[in-house]
């Protein structure tokens, strides 16, 4: 059987995930990664190479950086011949004349039911939005943002729980699962496509998850809304509020449904923060008691609700 030569645009450990299981499937051969380059990491700033590439370096796939740079994609051309692309969380607008010139197109995978949530934080949003199902979408890559036709889709159940964290990596493993067979089906020309319906797209942003909006006032916002932001923005940008001059990042908030506590805070203000029995809460704008159970001061180490109270116990209302 003759393999299907890949050329794999990636680069986070999304991506990492993706490759490792197309490489480990006989049907496949990876014969060129096009990825971000080496780039400063941590306090040190240590120029250091992708995941991505420290796997192709000790397997022998070869690895290429276009930098966004036409003249490089022109050169991959030239360098690669594959039978299919296939697109992972790369990081680049890629021209759209390099998404037609391999064999069988160029394939990409995305995080929710197209055509919703076209763009680039699909996980992010629904969270947001209170979805109940996302999925993943494996579409043929055209000129327009995530507007190709469907090879197929996969749904998943949103946890009342999940954050963007436990959500994508559930996505990512399903990702693993499906997508060798999807591709070699296609490849072989197994899949009729399915069209998106232009007119029931919507669309996200990656300013729909920048620092700014990730601010909560207990004061403006209800408790609904909160949580949202609370799992959307874990682990990043990481949802936070002011206590006073103090910046804090919110990691995980509970609704109470203590009735005494409630009872016992019921003249407590609205985003005023308050703790009884070593835990501490805060009051929403729908009137609603939050327990805040994971917590990081900035400036400071991630902490446990406790260490905040025993820092701030003068400026704390106690119940």
Excluded at 90 to 101: A, H, N, R, T, V
Excluded at 150 to 168: A, G
Aim: hydrophobic content about 40%; glycine content about 6%; some cysteine.
């Amino acid at each position: 059987m003759e393999k299907i030569k890949i050329l794999f645009l990636g680069s986070n450990w999304e991506a990492l995930h993706t490759l490792k299981v197309l490489f480990e499937d006989v049907r496949f051969s990876i014969i060129g990664v096009i990825t971000q380059p080496d780039k400063p990491v941590g306090r040190k700033q240590e120029i250091l190479p992708t995941e991505i590439k420290l796997f192709c370096n000790e397997n022998n796939i070869p690895v290429f950086h276009t930098l966004g740079d036409i003249e490089r994609y022109k050169e991959a051309m030239s360098i690669f011949e594959p039978d299919v692309i296939l697109c992972k969380s790369f990081g680049e607008i890629i021209p759209d004349f390099f998404l037609s010139y391999s064999k069988h197109g160029a394939i990409n995978v995305h995080y929710s039911l197209l055509p919703k949530y076209r763009g680039a934080v699909p996980i992010q949003k629904a969270i947001l939005d209170g979805a109940d199902i996302t999925g993943i979408s494996i579409v043929k890559m055209v000129a327009k943002l995530d507007a190709g036709p469907i090879l197929s889709q996969h749904t998943e159940q949103i946890l009342e729980n999940d954050t963007n964290q436990s959500l994508r990596e559930r996505l990512v493993k399903l990702t693993g699962e499906i997508l060798p067979d999807t591709l070699y089906k296609w490849c072989n020309g197994e899949i009729i496509t399915t069209e998106q319906d232009d007119s029931k797209a919507t669309f996200c942003w990656q300013k729909d998850i920048a620092k700014e909006v990730a601010e909560i006032d207990f004061t403006k916002l209800d408790s609904i809304t909160i949580d949202r932001m609370t799992r959307a923005f874990i682990p990043w940008p990481v949802a936070w509020f002011m206590y006073g001059a103090i910046r804090i990042k919110l990691f995980a908030v509970v609704l109470l449904n203590d009735n005494e506590i409630i009872q016992n805070a019921k003249d407590s203000k609205i985003g005023e923060l308050f703790t009884t029995q070593n835990r501490l809460f805060v009051k929403s704008a729908d009137d609603k008691i939050l327990e805040i159970t994971d917590l990081q001061e900035e400036g400071k180490n991630r902490t446990k609700p406790i260490d905040f109270i025993n820092g701030h116990k003068k400026s704390l209302l106690s119940i």
